[in-house]
């Protein structure tokens, strides 16, 4: 019988990212201690795969803090169509005012060059930018509510946190930002950088074990055995960590590849779905 009572959900571990952790959980402790007066919003660096979402989604979830997450490549220019800042920051209304952290995604693609050789795609990306220095300037924004209709909401208790691969460029500074194109405007309200480090193979493996995806699979095939799929999957893990482009999302990748092939991880067909350009066996 439904007693009406949400069940909060559980942080999960995040695996080989400890220095990152403690720096950025203090952050958030500080942030939800001031009750959002101080708002230290910063950058997250780091390849694809090595947890930059997830680490700041299952910090958000242990310290009980709410979360939105937006995706800064498929935001377009306000009063064009498709989907504008004040759209994709609509959730906050519904939010209530509490401390949230706004995890924005993929936001180097609004400053690289190279990403797009149109000038109406740089036109498009450099007025997100600057209506993001307005959201970071202000502490009310307008955003799209129901019927279409525009409402002021206060903005004053959110925590925006700024990541992206950046080219899966090491070591990420605020020179680096400022010569690839943010505005010094924009360092001056986010001026902490954090990089996310390259999981290592021992990582790997202890993500592979603690899979809920591989305990899942287990759970409908109850006639395989865990040793003999983690010492499968491990095996290739070693093998191909060198050209590893996926990071952790590696694993889950050769688990259901092990699953749906029957258990075999044929060269060619682990090929087709990791983006590696070989693999050993």
């Known amino acids: 019988m439904y007693t009406g009572v949400v069940m909060k959900p559980k942080a999960k571990a995040v695996i080989g990212q400890d220095s990152l952790l403690l720096e950025v959980q203090k952050i958030f402790n ?86 797009s050789n149109s000038s109406t795609a740089h036109e498009t990306t450099t007025g997100v930018q600057n209506e993001f220095l307005k959201v970071l300037e202000s502490d009310t924004s307008s955003v799209f509510g129901d019927y279409g209709k525009y409402i002021d909401i206060d903005i004053s208790k959110t925590l925006f946190v700024f990541a992206g691969a950046f080219n899966n460029e090491e070591a990420v500074t605020l020179d680096k930002l400022r010569r690839w194109g943010v505005k010094t405007e924009f360092l001056g309200r986010v001026g902490l950088v954090y990089n996310t480090k390259m999981l290592t193979l021992e990582d790997l493996f202890t993500i592979l074990n603690d899979s809920e995806v591989l305990s899942r699979y287990l759970g409908l095939f109850p006639e395989v055995k865990r040793e003999d799929v983690v010492a499968v999957i491990e095996k290739h893990l070693k093998k191909n960590y060198s050209k590893n482009t996926l990071g952790a999302r590696m694993v889950n990748t050769l688990i259901h590849q092990y699953f749906i092939k029957g258990g075999l991880l044929e060269a060619e067909e682990v090929e087709g779905v990791t983006f590696q350009e070989t693999l050993e066996l």
Do not use: C
């Not at 660096?45 to 989604?57: A, M, Q, R, W």
């Open 30 to 115: 500080i942030f939800r201690a001031s009750k959002a007066e101080l708002r230290p919003h910063f950058f997250l660096t780091g390849k694809s795969g090595s947890g930059k979402t997830f680490t700041i989604k299952q910090l958000a979830v242990k310290l009980e803090m709410e979360f939105l997450e937006i995706n800064a490549a498929q935001l377009t220019k306000e009063g064009t169509s498709g989907n504008s800042l004040s759209k994709a920051l609509s959730p906050l209304a519904q939010i209530g005012g509490k401390p949230t952290i706004v995890f924005v995604d993929e936001f180097d693609k609004l400053f690289i060059s190279g990403n």
